[in-house]
């Protein structure tokens, strides 16, 4: 077996060395009754050739974004990705590394993600970001019981323009603690009113911008009326190459901002790995979740990087832990950072303008199919569309991938018991959507619609 | 002459590099797009950016240097042995690189209609296959991220259960004092009390005081096993029997499970659920922290609370059920989508190209390596326990007492000597502990010369060499570093007046 | 500090009047080793005895510091909050957390002298 150097003779030699007779005794601290005697009766090893065919199998089995035109967002992006990047991301001393706790031997690591940390503080306006999270759900959540912390208050509003999974998580991740979430239903038309639901017990409220439907805000306003309530803002990015165009969460006054870092840098990957990004302002950079790389000098005075304010993790801190997160997204963060590098502040701008146009350009293709409708007045790359009081979108989705096109989402997938959502379409373009990609929705939506 | 400054600050392979901000360029382009099209202002919400973010302008080259010397400042698996006690540093097989990498797995997006994504379905299926077959038990729950949020999964799940059944009020979570630290912090975000239980002289879990605090409160235990000792719980048995009597749930923490996969089912040991992380146990890469993934398998009791998603066998193929369905009583959801998904895809390569004998093979390996490394260590250290231990070896700092040397100057004269060190201090329960995890895929020489490398050291150390350790490592392109100042005046970013 | 009485986790508290001023012993601060963060009580927080009130952190490790007796935050020590390091240097001495308004000084007698404190600390070894 390939992964395996031991030989039967190296087996016997060491086992003297031990003085045992063979493997199994070294297991006899199993109770007898639970040891297996022999290997269970499942396929055994194979070569490279036999695993390559059946993956290759099963890859064939689906319709990749590359073979089709391709409009779905809705928290995930398909961006292009440099060809550096991954080369990159494939040195050993990058992948096989572990958790830089050794500094003198990660330095890299650690370089890498005080880079990130730096670069994640930037478009995000804030002071500190952490070395990251899970994914943009368990972000938003961790950032919710953070601001219950810090505020000391114990309810948490979940805005309606918020991605349902990461109402989900948020809800299941409070569901057995004094904290409590209230969730505003769907807005797809941000009408939403959240400055009436902030009170005296409101520890913050978590609003994504741009929104769940593709609606952008200016949240001045909202932050304002958070602070005179002693409460948080937490903003939710869940499209980071937006932030290339719009002012940052931190201009407009958010005191965490979490994001869904895929977009840059990582693949869709069927959703995950994600990359969670957390970040905040100075003064609440000891109540965070999540590790956090430090500049620090060695014994020669030279500069260099540790992980720091430890006491606040888990292996510390244990019960009290600001968190129970222990490993995070490190290579992600990295393909995260070495694609924000790549792009710089010139590219960076670029993609995002590059994206926006996508969706102005798309928006003005559907304006002839007859009887849609798009719901947003101010979007980044991505809008709903109302396809009709009669439509059903799932439906006109299923039949457009009959076509070969993975023509966005229906609302109807996250929120099945509302009749209202069930006409609503969520289409995003990105830099990737040729102008015959557009084409091809437009008189297949006009086919499927007649 | 080797120790005259160099004129760049450079020592040959060890380059000096600087911050990306400090090496910004503007007007550099690493990325050649196309001119965008109109911009419609109306269409931004009055919050269009003005003015610089502060990223750094660079070239391609310059990036692909700059990442590439970043790296070469870092030791991984592929550097060489990494013994490091707890993590499972094995080898990472390229194979599930490629596998990942196939544009008919990577390029897929989470939500695309069922029917164009049955393939990704069946690596998700598959994969929950294996680790039901492995583990014996029923259910699983694919989507948790890592271990720790594995852990999170399994003891919701227990809540779940408990207050379904009216017995919410079981609060008091049992836990090992030498359990992981994920494990107590798990359990609080539950809602749940953690109440230490001992351990025996002979490192397992004290069976006596363990019944002693059972009642009518208790929800469950959490245990490792094997233990971060490194030690079967060789009354596993009869620890669960005393749980379930006690109408507790037995969770177990599978951080170890590459020790006993394909030899032990965990059902067979009365284990109501567990999390497997794949990063370890099913060799997917670490990536300098992530990303990991922690499926947690679950028993038919406890099934019924698994969160959302999951797949199921339908009439028109593979389902993704992802809301209320009849029957189930999901506690929730733990994150976006549908779990690490591209994490799935390497563990289910490797697991395919193991498969159940190389599985098997793997973990006798593990422990042969592993009991090789503590018998020919055990004179010159200090084992902390007798008998055979499992994946690890656990020893003790009595080896360097009175030598001025301590178990951290010891593990920083072995990074001189080319080794990533073992963990120190780990578990809390054992006196300056150092614990070696060698794992399967080390080869006898590399063993044979560690062993006499650490053999050497611990010489050294009681020869009355105390400054050279105090000093180590001399060798790298830090030495030590100074944590006291980065946690009292913390930096964590670059600022520009920096 | 002869009227100076002691917890079994290693909090002090000397009084004066009804004023009790608290801190960590030298053997607390010498065991968690370079402090690097202390977090003190607001003003005006009532604490009873065992309340948790203020933390002290070292890199690798953290302590909760509780109130040895009942009483309201009436001063803290700002100086330590911002040189934790010189908890370090004078634990018993200048660099006190903080001083409360003793609600119940019958409590003082449940506390270790000195001589006490030190055979405890004697047992822990």
């Not at chain 1, 869904?260 to 959703?271: A, D, H, R």
Request: aromatic share 6%; proline share 6%.
């Amino acid at each position: 077996m390939r992964y395996l150097p031991l030989t039967e003779s190296d087996r016997r030699a060491m086992l003297d060395v031990i003085g045992a007779k063979d493997v199994d005794e070294l297991f006899r601290d199993v109770p007898a009754a639970a040891r297996l005697a022999e290997a269970l009766p499942l396929p055994r090893h194979q070569g490279e050739m036999e695993v390559e065919r059946a993956f290759t199998r099963m890859a064939h089995k689906n319709l990749s974004a590359g073979c089709a035109p391709f409009f779905i967002g809705a928290g995930v992006y398909r961006h292009h990705i440099p060809a550096s990047l991954d080369q990159l991301l494939l040195r050993g001393e990058f992948l096989t590394a572990y958790t830089p706790y050794q500094p003198e031997v990660s330095q890299g690591t650690l370089q890498a993600l005080f880079q990130f940390q730096t670069q994640v503080a930037m478009i995000t306006g804030m002071d500190v970001a952490n070395a990251s999270m899970y994914d943009g759900a368990t972000a938003a959540a961790e950032a919710a019981i953070m601001a219950c912390r810090v505020t000391k208050r114990n309810r948490v509003i979940l805005s309606g323009t918020l991605h349902p999974h990461y109402v989900e998580t948020t809800e299941t991740s409070l569901r057995y603690t004094e904290m409590t979430a209230e969730a505003l239903p769907p807005d797809p038309l941000g009408f939403e009113d959240l400055l009436g639901r902030i009170d005296a017990a409101t520890a913050c409220v978590v609003v994504q911008n741009p929104g769940f439907f593709g609606g952008v805000k200016d949240l001045r306003p909202l932050a304002a009326a958070c602070h005179g309530a002693g409460a948080l803002l937490v903003v939710m990015v869940a499209e980071p190459t937006s932030l290339g165009l719009f002012d940052s969460p931190g201009a407009m006054g958010a005191d965490i901002v979490v994001a869904e870092g895929q977009s840059l840098g990582i693949g869709m990957n069927f959703g995950g790995p994600g990359l969670g990004l957390f970040a905040t302002r100075d003064k609440f950079v000891r109540q965070m979740p999540g590790r956090l790389a430090g500049q620090t000098v060695d014994v020669d005075g030279k500069r260099g990087w540790v992980l720091t304010l430890s006491t606040r993790e888990q292996h510390i801190r244990r019960e009290k832990a600001t968190s129970n997160i222990c490993t995070n997204s490190g290579l992600c963060a990295l393909a995260f950072s070495i694609h924000l590098t790549l792009l710089g502040e010139t590219g960076y701008a670029r993609l995002a303008e590059l994206n926006h146009a996508a969706a102005v350009r798309l928006e003005g293709k559907l304006k002839a199919v007859k009887g849609l409708r798009v719901l947003a007045g101010s979007y980044y790359n991505e809008f709903a569309v109302h396809l009709g009081d009669d439509v059903d979108a799932a439906q006109v989705v299923d039949a457009l991938a009959d076509r070969g096109i993975l023509g966005g989402v229906p609302a109807s997938r996250f929120w099945p018991s509302w009749p209202e959502l069930r006409p609503v379409l969520i289409l995003a373009a990105t830099e990737t959507n040729t102008e015959a990609d557009m084409d091809s929705l437009v008189s297949a939506l006009k086919e499927v619609l007649s | 002459m080797s120790g005259q400054p160099t004129l760049s600050g450079n020592r040959g392979l060890q380059i000096e590099e600087k911050l990306i901000f400090e090496m910004d360029n503007p007007g550099s382009v690493a990325v050649d797009l196309p001119e965008p099209g109109p911009i419609d202002l109306d269409r931004m919400g009055g919050v269009a950016r003005r003015g610089r973010i502060g990223l750094p302008d660079l070239s391609e080259p310059q990036v692909v240097r700059h990442f590439t010397r970043l790296s070469q400042k870092n030791y991984g698996i592929d550097s060489g042995f990494y013994p490091l006690g707890s993590c499972t540093m094995k080898h990472n097989p390229r194979l599930s690189e490629k596998m990942a990498r196939l544009p008919g797995l990577a390029d897929l997006h989470p939500l695309q209609p069922q029917k164009t994504v049955q393939g990704a379905l069946e690596v998700i299926d598959s994969l929950a296959f294996w680790l039901k077959e492995l583990t014996g038990l029923p259910a699983i729950a694919m989507s948790p991220a890592a271990g720790a949020h594995g852990e999170w999964c399994g003891l919701m799940a227990i809540r779940a259960a408990h207050e379904d059944r009216g017995e919410g009020h079981r609060r008091r979570m049992l836990v090992p004092e030498s359990a992981h630290g994920t494990n107590p912090a798990s359990a609080a975000m539950c809602g749940f009390t953690v109440d230490p239980i001992p351990a025996k002289d002979n490192g397992r879990v004290d069976l006596d005081a363990m019944k002693a605090k059972l009642g009518p409160d208790v929800a469950g235990l959490m245990l490792t096993n094997p233990n971060t000792c490194g030690l079967f719980e060789s009354e596993i048995i009869e620890i669960a029997a005393a749980i379930h009597g006690a109408g507790g749930y037995f969770y177990c923490d599978g951080a170890n499970f590459n020790a006993i996969v394909g030899r032990v089912r965990v059902a067979d040991l009365g284990i109501d659920c567990m999390h497997i992380n794949l990063h370890k146990t099913f060799s997917t890469p670490h990536g300098g922290g992530g990303p990991g993934a922690g499926p947690t398998v679950l028993s038919a009791a406890l099934a019924p609370y698994a969160p959302v998603p999951y797949v199921v066998h339908g009439p028109q193929g593979l389902e993704l059920v992802e809301g209320a369905r009849e029957g189930a009583k999901p506690f929730g959801r733990v994150k976006g989508f549908h779990g690490q998904f591209g994490v799935f895809v390497r563990a289910l390569a490797y697991i395919a190209s193991m498969g159940a004998d190389g599985l098997r093979q793997a973990s006798g390996d593990a422990v042969l390596n592993a009991n090789y490394l503590q018998a020919s260590l055990s004179d010159a250290l200090t084992a902390s326990f007798d008998g055979p231990c499992m994946h690890e070896a656990l020893f003790d700092d009595r080896f360097l007492k009175d030598t001025g040397v301590t178990t951290l100057d010891f593990a920083k004269a072995l990074i001189d000597e080319g080794y990533h060190p073992m963990t120190m201090y780990f578990p809390l329960v054992v006196h300056g502990a150092l614990l070696m995890e060698p794992t399967e895929t080390e080869s006898r020489e590399t063993l044979d010369q560690f062993i006499a490398v650490v053999k050497g050291l611990a010489g050294r150390a009681k020869a009355g060499a105390a400054e050279d350790f105090k000093a180590a490592p001399r060798l790298t392109p830090r030495r030590r570093l100074d944590e006291t100042l980065a946690a009292r005046a913390p930096v964590l970013r670059w600022k520009a007046s920096t | 500090m002869s009227d100076t009485r002691f917890t079994k986790d290693h909090e002090w508290i000397s009084v004066a009047g009804d004023i009790g001023t608290i801190g960590i012993s030298d053997h607390a601060q010498h065991a968690l080793g370079d402090i690097v963060f202390v977090e003190l009580p607001e003003i005006g927080r009532h604490l009873a005895q065992g309340a948790e009130a203020a933390v002290v952190e070292s890199v690798k490790a953290a302590s909760e510091v509780y109130s040895p007796a009942s009483g309201e935050v009436i001063a803290i020590n700002q100086a330590i909050a911002d040189q934790p390091g010189l908890v370090n240097e004078g634990a018993e001495g200048a660099a006190w957390f903080f001083k409360i308004r003793l609600s119940d000084p019958a409590e003082l007698a449940g506390l270790m002298d000195r001589a006490t404190y030190d055979g405890y600390l004697k047992t822990l070894e």
